[in-house]
């Protein structure tokens, strides 16, 4: 589950699968002849790793067969769901039934039908007017809708039937939203689950194990029967009591709870010997090292669409039976534990269902820890910490290490299985501040386990010390007299509203550490306004306060050149309107200007006597092309060197945003946003095509943030025809990097040449990625280039 989460509360449309606030079961036979509930009640759950706002929210009720009379009822809500969280809301009592629903998170006093009806879950407390499927599904207030028996208003191919006085109709465990509600939901015996996870009768039994027997007499049922031999418990869904374990690891914020650890392990290495349990908004009441019972219902959490699950325990009620015990071992993590193998496959389906293989690839070994305290010793730190208390480390120290200290990420079949991400359930002590290299020196230990953001990670109880290694920031040497100097450097949404902290440390990048190069291609330069979205596209205020603070750092008086978008069209933060932009040393090189270049206008090349030319500069390349669908387009400028035409291509492809995640649960994972830069990346190579095909010796650097691998489709589409060369690969191998993510030094940013770029010096300039303390997430890069040395 995650460490920690926030509040949010933006509804999705009903009409969109919602990933968050889902109505989770539905049960109107509350108080009815038969039924063991005295009341009828919703259950909300949230599928996101993010709390749910539920604030001015409402639960709203409609009969099955709705007439021009027929209203919908209203019970208004406050509070929040979290993430992987219940909240229950209890509705109209009837005279029967022997048990009552766990304490509410709120309640109304609405009559359910047992058999048919809709549940809305709205944003408002605003009687909706719809009175059909269609209607419903053109409001935008509901966020999640529900119709049981044979209602008309319904999401899907239908309403979920079974509904009656002994059923309810639920999802299933990882709440997965399809806006099918016959596919999505079930008929079952109701089981509601409030906010504080509890339950009806909490502890009393169930399918998954023995309800009877002594409340200090361990049940029948085992942790390593509820992990099981695969990613899946066989036990999900189920009730289990008075389960044993050892407290190995208590969470006080964020998603609540304790992890407990089996000390008598079965023989069966597939099989986990911990487990989460999460005790909901309560504060766990239990320590390291109390010796407990617990009951609970087995629960498989998605933390994303495409994670991989946690499997815990949810509602849990626990008998303290001692405490100070000794813990149990930890499992060492090291390069003779942790298999080479990283996952195995399933054609990109789930794997799920395989049986783990602990001794063939490492994420089946950190799946079969899962819950369990793990250890390692004296570990380098390959991802620095980060502002949420993380940073990552490598527990195979010789698995492709960069010449800094990271870890290298150089092709798809090796994502580096030594890499793991280290939190701190000590929440009093301060987190380290570590920069790659650095060293995690003496023992970490602590509960395995895992969140969306980065896979498996060590909740640690006891941290190593963090030794310095040094590690510091990279200057360029200065281009000599005869040498164009050309850089790229992604500047993480710079807008003229942000602090002057963040321009002078920005800037001192450009001046000292990049030497002032001649010209200087900058990614994700915001409009004046920032995020604000009224409509402002101009970048002058901007420009003005970074070039000011590049010439505070003793660097040039840049001028610059570039093209603002259309209002919202070039993807990125929302309003902020981000865009590439040529600064430039007047004194060292001069811009061709030629006017008539705009946002949607495209720039070509025109064949001349002298060589090629462009029509438009700056210009954009084909602007209108479906490839360039809310993303950035490519800015083109013609530039003068000694009497050389230099011609510069600045790029931001679309982000990898929508690609599954290495760690996920389906294998291998898709990278669905290729698709889009391979197009963009055709585009690019088409253009240069057209520039060389009017001068061969044309001398064109390509650059920017293409956010994509060297080994990519995307750079292989861009290059076809020889056409460029990327720079990156004329570096040793270990030296190939400009960004750090999950733990893995990668090529995202790039320069490259055409062909008649023959005598150069390239260099990537460390001075962001590898460390805690950031200017930007990009490393910039630079190129020197003998112009009256290359081809003519």
């Known amino acids: 589950m995650a460490s920690t989460f926030a509040i949010t509360s933006l509804p999705a449309a009903y009409a969109t699968p919602s990933a968050t606030a ?97 549940i809305a879950l709205v944003s408002g407390t605003t009687a909706l007017s719809c009175k059909t499927a269609a209607d419903c599904a053109a409001d935008s207030r509901i966020v999640d809708l529900v119709g049981y028996g044979s209602a008309v208003v319904r999401e899907g191919s239908g309403p979920v039937t079974g509904a009656s006085n002994t059923a309810s109709v639920a999802r299933g465990s990882a709440l997965a939203d399809t806006d099918d509600n016959a596919v999505d939901l079930a008929a079952g015996t109701p089981s509601p689950v409030n ?111 495409t994670s991989q699950s946690v499997t815990e325990l949810t509602g849990p009620t626990a008998t303290v039976l001692s405490s100070g015990n000794a813990l149990p071992a930890a499992v060492a993590l090291d390069p003779s534990s942790v298999p080479d193998g990283y996952a195995p496959t399933a054609d990109g389906g789930s794997i799920e269902s395989l049986a783990l293989e602990p001794a063939v690839y490492a994420q089946d070994f950190y799946e079969a820890s899962e819950g369990m305290r793990v250890t390692f010793a004296d570990a380098r730190v390959v991802g620095a910490s980060d502002a949420y208390g993380e940073l990552w480390v490598t527990v195979k120290p010789d698995e492709n290490p960069t010449v800094r200290g990271g870890t290298l990420y150089s092709s798809y079949d090796q994502p580096n299985t030594g890499r793991l991400e280290v939190m701190s359930l000590d929440t009093a002590a301060a987190f380290p501040s570590a920069n790659v290299g650095d060293e995690l020196s003496g023992t970490t230990v602590g509960p395995l386990d895992y969140s969306t953001y980065g896979g498996y990670n060590v909740q640690a109880t006891q941290l190593g010390a963090r030794v310095d290694n040094g590690l510091e920031q990279e200057v360029t040497r200065r281009q000599k007299s005869d040498e164009l100097a050309v850089a790229t450097y992604n500047v993480e949404n710079l807008d003229a509203l942000d602090s002057q902290e963040k321009f002078d440390r920005l800037a001192e990048g450009v001046a000292v550490n990049l030497s002032s190069p001649d010209i200087v291609a900058l990614e994700e330069i915001q409009d004046d306004n920032g995020a604000t979205n009224d409509g402002t596209v101009t970048s002058e205020a901007t420009l003005k306060r970074f070039t000011d603070a590049v010439r505070a ?240």
């Open 553 to 792: 750092a003793g660097g040039p008086r840049y001028q610059w050149r570039y093209i603002s978008p259309t209002n919202d069209e070039d993807g990125g933060e929302p309003g902020g309107n981000i865009r590439q932009v040529f600064l430039f040393n007047p004194k060292r090189v001069s811009f061709t200007d030629r006017a008539g270049g705009d946002a949607t206008t495209a720039t070509s090349v025109v064949k001349t006597k002298k060589g090629a030319r462009l029509t438009y500069s700056p210009g954009r390349i084909d602007p209108t092309n479906d490839a360039w669908d809310s993303s950035r387009k490519p800015l083109v400028g013609e530039f003068v060197f000694r009497g050389e035409s230099v011609f510069v291509i600045a790029n931001h492809f679309t982000s990898k945003g929508g690609d599954q995640p290495l760690h996920g649960r389906y294998q291998p994972p898709s990278r669905s946003s290729e698709t889009q830069r391979a197009a963009q990346a055709a585009e690019v190579n088409s253009f240069v095509k057209s520039l060389l095909a009017a001068d061969r010796d044309a001398k064109a650097v390509v650059l920017g943030d293409l956010n994509d691998y060297e080994f990519s489709q995307t750079v292989t589409t861009l290059t076809a025809g020889k056409v460029l060369k990327p720079l990156i690969t004329t570096l040793p191998a270990d030296q190939r990097y400009t960004y750090v993510y999950d733990g893995n030094s990668q090529t995202l940013d790039h320069i490259l040449t055409s062909p008649a770029v023959t005598h150069f010096d390239y260099d990537v300039v460390h001075i962001n990625a590898e460390f805690a303390d950031q200017a930007s997430d990009h490393d910039p890069q630079i190129v020197r280039i003998d112009v009256s040395r290359c081809r003519r």
């Open 195 to 305: 906010s504080a996870g509890e339950t009806p009768g909490s502890g009393d039994g169930g399918d998954g194990g023995d309800g009877g027997g002594s409340p200090t007499e361990p049940g029948t049922v085992r942790i390593h029967d509820i992990q099981g031999a695969t990613r899946l418990s066989p036990l999900a869904g189920q009730t289990v009591t008075r389960v044993p374990g050892i407290v190995t690891g208590v969470r006080t914020s964020g998603s609540k709870g304790y992890w407990i650890q089996d000390p008598t392990p079965d023989a069966d290495s597939r099989t986990s010997e911990g487990v989460f349990v999460y005790t909901g908004s309560a504060a766990p009441a239990v320590a390291v090292g109390d010796s407990v019972l617990v009951s609970g219902k087995v629960s498989e959490y998605y933390p994303s669409s």
């Open 22 to 118: 889902v109505i989770s079961e539905v049960y109107g036979g509350g108080g009815n002849s038969g039924a063991t509930l005295t009341r009828d009640f919703v259950e909300l759950g949230n599928a996101g790793s993010a709390g749910y706002d539920l604030s001015g929210y409402s639960v709203q009720y409609l009969p099955g067969s709705a007439s021009s009379s027929s209203a919908w009822q209203v019970t208004a809500l406050s509070g929040s769901v979290a993430p992987g969280g219940r909240f229950l809301v209890a509705e109209g009592a009837g005279s029967g039934g022997t048990t009552a629903l766990p304490t509410p998170d709120a309640t109304g006093s609405i009559a359910m039908s047992a058999t048919t009806g809709t």
